[in-house]
Nanobody, 125 residues
Framework: QVQLTESGGGLVQAGGSLRLSCAAS????????MGWFRQAPGKEREFVAA????????YYADSVKGRFTISRDNAKNTVYLQMNSLKPEDTAVYYC??????????????????WGQGTQVTVSS
């Protein structure tokens, strides 16, 4: 069992930055692919970024590529999402998720085994 707790959300002006953190419980954090998803009001939850167990491979949605960076520190059981050049359309609840092992379908919510409660990010124009 893995418990995930996100933090770091808040209100920021367009063009600003935020760093989200996701702390995981458990001793097997290093064996999980970790992902970030987001859900805007009235929209479906969508993939944002993912990182493999060792941190050597990352994946991004086209909408955030070049602006967001996902990273992890396995010693701290934590995954991060650095968000730069934020836009109003980035406003959403951001969720981290854990996927046991590896999946080629890392963009699909159904592949993930554990989810956090989410943290709100609001970008004002």
């Amino acid at each position: 069992q893995v418990q995930l707790t996100e933090s770091g959300g808040g209100l920021v002006q367009a063009g600003g930055s935020l760093r989200l953190s996701c702390a995981a419980s458990g001793r097997t954090f290093g064996s999980y692919t970790m992902g970030w998803f987001r859900q805007a009001p009235g929209k479906e939850r969508e993939f944002v970024a993912a990182i493999n167990w060792g941190g050597s491979t990352t994946y991004y949605a086209d909408s955030v590529k070049g602006r967001f960076t996902i990273s992890r520190d396995n010693a701290k059981n934590t995954v991060y999402l650095q968000m730069n050049s934020l836009k109003p359309e980035d406003t959403a609840v951001y969720y981290c998720a854990a996927l046991r092992g590896y999946s080629g379908s890392y963009r699909k919510m159904s592949e993930y085994d554990y989810w956090g409660q989410g943290t709100q990010v609001t970008v004002s124009s």
